[in-house]
């Protein structure tokens, strides 16, 4: 299958998708478009390009972390006077279940991380973090070399090992 990523427009067929995770599946239907218009995020789909289908979505907005959360691996490289390291979101990523089990996710993984880095030429971001859903994403994030954030749940991948994977 041919597959397209593009920003969510009402044209897409929002009402036909669902990924089986009821919070993910409603944010979709019924906060997507307005959190697109409010600048709250941006929200991406990947459609067949034959069928215009909708396989998968991922949202991407700007963030922060608090210093404390940097692993100290990490955080030597970091000044001391940030308080707060701008960083990029991933806040939602979900693939439709007729799509689940062909690498989809990987597909809209490595499609916002490279949004993320494009972005990051313009915008300071130190680092992409999702927050993930259940034990499930945190071990798809893990597989792909996000690290865990003491205290927080949440994950990151610095923009420094971002950089070497489009490099």
Not at 74 to 91: H, Q
Request: glycine letters at 6%; a positive charge.
């Amino acid at each position: 299958m041919n597959y397209l990523t593009e920003p969510l427009d009402p044209k897409h067929d929002r009402g036909n998708f669902s990924c089986g995770k009821e919070l993910l599946d409603n944010y979709f239907w019924t906060q997507a478009k307005q959190d697109v218009k409010r600048k709250l995020s941006a929200c991406f789909v990947l459609i067949e390009k034959e069928t215009t289908r909708i396989s998968g979505y991922y949202t991407l907005s700007s963030n922060s972390i608090s210093n404390n959360l940097i692993p100290e691996s990490f955080k030597k490289r970091l000044p001391n006077s940030y308080y707060s390291i701008p960083t990029i979101l991933i806040g939602r990523l979900a693939v439709g279940k007729d799509f689940q089990g062909k690498g989809i996710g990987k597909l809209l993984l490595i499609d916002s991380l490279k949004r993320c880095f494009d972005s990051s030429t313009s915008i300071g971001a130190f680092a992409v973090i999702v927050d993930p859903i259940d034990k499930d994403a945190e071990r798809f994030y893990s597989k792909y070399g996000f690290v865990k954030l003491v205290d927080s749940g949440k994950m990151f991948l610095p923009m420094k090992t971002i950089e070497e994977l489009f490099a």
